[in-house]
């Protein structure tokens, strides 16, 4: 089935500066990936549309200058925390849409983002 | 606009007991329904989905779910549930023309012995 990898699983970074975080289809092409954030006990919040050699599409109240989304090939799409806060501590998961005549969604396993 | 109402947030049941999580959604058009499961600090996991015809739906680890159109819900079941099965649940909908899932604010269910 269709495979996608996120990495890293776990990052604490000091704040002010960036983080990185990737998302790779395994074994599928994704022209388009999503972009969550959960909070403690909360459902997940969609963040950004990521569209492969275009721009993201993002939810009203959500940072484009803080979260840098880049989707540059098939199978990769990154999320780049920028000037990271105590308040961007997170849960942030991605996703990418099946192949086609799946119908369905395949998750990364989520990063934890805790900024010191 | 779509939107997911999960009506229990916390589901508390004994070990082989029976259980329903209960899901309904609003949609002016027509949607594509799914259950996700979430274990600590990890992604989420398909365990069904309804995208056309039986309205029943079976999935992975002994769940199922049924489409009731007219109710607009999606209510998730398992006729005997597991320890294992403690883990935080979630119903979601796309429009079927739409791209992104909408979630619910999941709902926990918790197995004891």
């Known amino acids: 089935g269709a495979v996608v990898s996120q990495h890293p699983s776990r990052v604490i970074c000091k704040s002010g500066t960036s983080v990185k975080i990737e998302c790779r289809s395994l074994?599928?092409?994704?022209?388009?990936m999503f972009w969550y954030r959960q909070f403690p006990k909360k459902s997940l919040m969609l963040m950004a549309t990521?569209?492969?050699?275009?721009?993201?599409?993002?939810e009203q109240g959500v940072e484009k200058d803080k979260f840098l989304i880049n989707h540059a090939s098939l199978t990769l799409s990154t999320l780049t925390v920028t000037s990271a806060h105590p308040e961007d501590s997170s849960f942030y998961i991605c996703?990418?849409?099946?192949?086609?005549?799946?119908?369905?969604?395949?998750f990364g396993s989520g990063t934890r983002l805790t900024v010191v | 606009a779509q939107s997911v109402t999960q009506l229990d947030s916390q589901v508390p049941v004994f070990e082989e007991a029976p259980v329903e999580l209960r899901c309904n959604y609003s949609s002016s058009v027509s949607v594509y329904l799914f259950w996700y499961v979430q274990y600590p600090n990890q992604g989420l996991q398909l365990l069904l989905k309804?995208?056309?015809?039986?309205?029943l739906v079976k999935g992975i680890n002994g769940f199922e779910a049924e489409f009731n159109k007219s109710q607009t819900s999606f209510h998730l079941r398992k006729p005997s549930v597991h320890i294992s099965d403690t883990a935080e649940y979630f119903c979601a909908v796309r429009p079927q023309a739409g791209t992104a899932l909408i979630f619910g604010k999941g709902t926990t269910l918790s197995v004891s012995s």
């Open positions: 996703s990418a849409r099946d192949p086609v005549g799946l119908g369905g969604y395949t």
């Open positions: 074994d599928f092409q994704a022209t388009t």
């Open positions: 990521s569209n492969e050699g275009s721009k993201a599409t993002y």
């Open positions: 309804y995208l056309s015809g039986s309205t």
